[in-house]
């Protein structure tokens, strides 16, 4: 789902503390729904483009799409996540680590840091 709502290979997006988050402007022009159980992603009421995703279980981070930034975020990659959902013409080159499946490990993961 993720990457057809994406309309690419894949989905780039990182963890962020939700304490450490907070829109300098257009939050009222988000709109949110359900996107699997117990997780909810916003996207634009405008353009439509996909901002944060909000989980039930994981309140104090958002998932942060990184396609939205107008600079450069200052991060490295750390994992490849869900790659058994990645396009099946896109070859993984590197040898980070991989989480194929739908799993709470690549969150949990994320949030001990």
């Known amino acids: 789902m993720c990457r057809k709502a994406h309309g690419a290979a894949f989905r780039t997006r990182a963890f962020v503390k939700a304490d450490d988050f907070h ?3 257009g939050e009222e022009l988000l709109t949110y729904y359900e996107s699997s159980p117990g997780e909810r992603r916003s996207f634009c009421k405008i353009c439509g483009s996909v ?13 942060f799409a990184l396609g939205t930034l107008d600079s ?11 790659t058994k959902y990645k396009a099946p013409w896109f070859e993984i080159t590197d040898d980070l680590p991989q989480i194929s499946d739908l799993s709470n490990k690549a969150l949990e993961y994320s949030t001990k840091k």
């Open 51 to 63: 901002i944060i995703t909000r989980f039930n279980r994981h309140r104090d981070v958002y998932g």
């Open 23 to 25: 829109f300098l402007s």
């Open 72 to 82: 450069d975020p200052e991060i490295q990659i750390e994992r490849h996540v869900f």
